[in-house]
Nanobody, 120 residues
């Protein structure tokens, strides 16, 4: 399973970015899709997740500014980020929990990461 993330870049504080992450066709059943981030010198942390029932969760820092959504037909998860702050600067990773055809157990898959840089 491959996850292709895109949409990162550099913006000024207060700006917006939209991240996308598409899973490859060989993932059959997707449960949870999410975004995590890792800033230099820090551990990877949860940003937001969305279940197959469209139940969403957000970190405290993301609440009110970021919106996660998914398109099941496209096997894609999005992260709309508004009112960006310099502390949002990090590499953002998408995560998908699902299973491949003919597999009984779901696994976690990670994208390659996309850099988001917010300047003050």
């Amino acid at each position: 399973v491959q996850l292709q993330a895109s949409g990162g870049g550099s913006v000024q504080a207060g700006g917006s970015l939209r991240l996308s992450c598409q899973a490859s066709r060989n993932i059959f059943a997707i449960n949870v899709m999410g975004w995590y981030r890792q800033a230099p010198g820090k551990e990877r942390e949860l940003v937001a997740t969305v279940t197959k029932f469209d139940v969403t969760t957000y970190s405290d820092s993301a609440k009110g500014r970021f919106t996660i959504s998914r398109d099941n037909a496209k096997k894609t998860v999005y992260l709309q980020m508004n009112s960006l702050k310099p502390e949002d600067t990090a590499v953002y990773y998408c995560n998908v929990n699902g299973r491949k055809l003919f597999e009984d157990v779901a696994s976690d898959y990670w994208g390659q990461g996309t850099q988001v840089t917010v300047s003050s």
